[in-house]
Nanobody, 119 residues
Framework: QVQLVESGGGLVQAGGSLRLSCAASGRTFSNYVMGWFRQAPGKERELVARINWSGDNIGYADSMKGRFTISKDNAKNTVDLQMNSLKPEDTAVYYC????????????WGQGTQVTVSS
């Protein structure tokens, strides 16, 4: 099975930046789509960004476009999420996920990392 471990969360002031990292182990990640999701209290989990193995197919949720950047390092088996111009509404638990490219939903999830943005 695949193990995903997120890191980099914390407390930041509005307008600040954080960089989240997801370390993957246990399987090769060829043919996996990697993604970041987030879930705020009382709200549904939502997709933040996704990236394919080669890094040439990237997508973002509308509210994150222009502020967040997803990237990956296949040699290190990591996928990062650079978050800039953070807003209080970005406060959530952020999860790393991996989806086999033919699947509709993620197959593996990390434990999550808390991001809190103060106003």
């Amino acid at each position: 099975q695949v193990q995903l471990v997120e890191s980099g969360g914390g407390l930041v002031q509005a307008g600040g930046s954080l960089r989240l990292s997801c370390a993957a182990s246990g399987r090769t990640f060829s043919n996996y789509v990697m993604g970041w999701f987030r879930q705020a209290p009382g709200k549904e989990r939502e997709l933040v960004a996704r990236i394919n193995w080669s890094g040439d197919n990237i997508g973002y949720a509308d509210s994150m476009k222009g502020r967040f950047t997803i990237s990956k390092d296949n040699a290190k088996n990591t996928v990062d999420l650079q978050m800039n111009s953070l807003k209080p509404e970005d406060t959530a638990v952020y999860y790393c996920a991996a989806r086999w490219f033919t699947r509709a939903k993620p197959d593996y999830w990390g434990q999550g990392t808390q991001v809190t943005v103060s106003s």
